[in-house]
């Protein structure tokens, strides 16, 4: 954590230690505010899986400080390949070939968190095993009532701010805004993401793999310094009763029901077998938040919390690090008008969270086609984007399409301009 002599200001609290809440608490305590952080698990996550990270969420980040502990792990030399099961391969188009003409990282989740977290001031204190279990708003302040899981005990406290950070399954988000029901969207497709410990059979680190089938895939990241991570995507008629079943008959047990009964085959065998001796994965339905509002008096969701572009997007730490970089400047620059500052913060961002979240219901079928007609469809999709790619304007091109200069933009430069 970082050393700091900052004269206490008012007192915020931030409920989630992930990218997002780490970024705000850094973000507000810049901005002369005193955050608190709560996190509902007893410590820290550390697993990590593929991220995008963009011009707009990397400006940000240098704001934060945290920047220059990061790297690129994607060299030059990567390449991926659309692969089947028998290991017969063709040339593909990775990850961040899809988003050229902006600046785009691809690292891990970990690297991201590691980053803000030693980034984070020492003076901010940071409560685990604790979680909200109401919030009561006045016109000057929220008066939350924080129960610890370790001791059993819950304390109430009040604060001039409350931040939920707190993910997807926002608890803040439920006890302020209502149910999750209300605002959960879900795309009809489950996710298994982890880190695999080596190559894939036959292959370099950096070398990656697509197996893309009508209903399910299967997506190796390569790295130049690190193990690729691996990823499951299937479709499902039911998300719910499809996390009900892996929750009986286990994540991994149901990976292979569903994309059984064919062989496997050397490549899929090999990530369920790692699936089988890891705890750290991540394992959900792929699910967009869309909400009219961010912001409800003293109370504010940022990232996933707020509006969840989904994986397929690609853009959620970046969303979640520019905005939580820039919910703590317009505070700074509205100190007497939190209202004002929230919605200007709310109307600059808002734009390039829809771009995001239909770029991530786009990318859906790049990620994984539904049927043998989207298969055929994204087949030919991405012969004509080898040939567009390989021509040295397509990247000059592509950065001046609105779409894709949203990715590289600086939000704080946007918001001052308007």
Not at 199 to 228: C, K
Request: hydrophobic share 40%; with cysteine.
């Amino acid at each position: 954590m970082a050393t700091t002599n900052i004269t206490p200001g008012p007192k915020a609290l931030v409920v989630g230690l992930g990218i997002s809440g780490l970024s705000t608490a850094i973000s507000l305590h810049q901005a002369g505010w005193t955050p608190v952080i709560v996190e509902r698990a007893p410590q820290r996550r550390r697993g990590g899986y593929f991220m995008g990270f963009f011009g707009l969420g990397q400006s940000a980040a240098k704001r934060l400080g945290y920047l220059d502990a990061m790297h690129d792990r994607l060299g030059a030399g990567s390449v991926t390949y659309e692969m089947d099961r028998a290991g017969n391969r063709a040339q593909g188009i990775g990850f961040s070939a899809s988003h050229i003409g902006v600046s785009s990282w691809m690292l891990l989740r970990s690297d991201i968190e590691n980053a803000a977290f030693a980034a984070l001031p020492t003076d901010i204190e940071i409560r685990y095993s604790t979680s909200p279990t109401a919030i009561v708003q006045s016109p000057d302040g929220v008066v939350v009532t924080l129960a610890d899981a370790t001791t059993g005990q819950s304390i109430t406290e009040r604060f001039a701010l409350v931040v939920g950070a707190d993910g997807i399954h926002s608890s803040v988000r439920a006890l302020v805004f209502g149910p999750e029901e209300e605002f959960i969207h879900r795309l009809g497709y489950m996710i298994c993401a982890f880190e695999l410990p080596d190559a894939l059979p036959g292959m370099q680190t950096n070398e990656g793999a697509i197996i893309a089938e009508p209903g399910r895939s299967f997506w190796a990241f390569p790295f130049d310094d690190h193990a690729p991570t691996a990823l499951f995507s299937y479709r499902t008629d039911d998300p719910i009763a499809e996390r009900t079943k892996a929750r009986q008959v286990g994540v991994r047990n149901r990976l292979r029901e569903v994309y059984g009964p064919e062989p496997a085959g050397e490549i899929l065998d090999f990530a369920l077998d790692t699936l089988d001796h890891t705890d750290e994965f991540l394992y959900d339905s792929v699910e967009q938040v869309k909400m009219d509002r961010w912001h409800e008096g003293r109370v504010v969701l940022v990232g996933d919390s707020a509006w969840c572009p989904c994986l397929y997007s690609g853009m959620g730490a970046t969303t979640a690090v520019g905005g939580a970089d820039l919910l703590g400047t317009l505070l700074a620059e509205n100190p007497d008008d939190i209202e004002r500052a929230l919605q200007k913060w709310e109307d600059t961002i808002r734009p390039y969270v829809d771009t995001f979240q239909g770029l991530g219901v786009r990318n859906r079928l790049n990620f994984t086609p539904a049927d043998p007609k989207e298969a055929r469809t994204r087949r030919r999709t991405l012969g004509v984007l080898r040939r567009l790619i390989s021509n040295p304007l397509f990247g000059r091109i592509a950065s001046h399409v609105p779409a894709v200069r949203k990715r590289g933009d600086d939000l704080l430069e946007i918001a001052r301009a308007a």
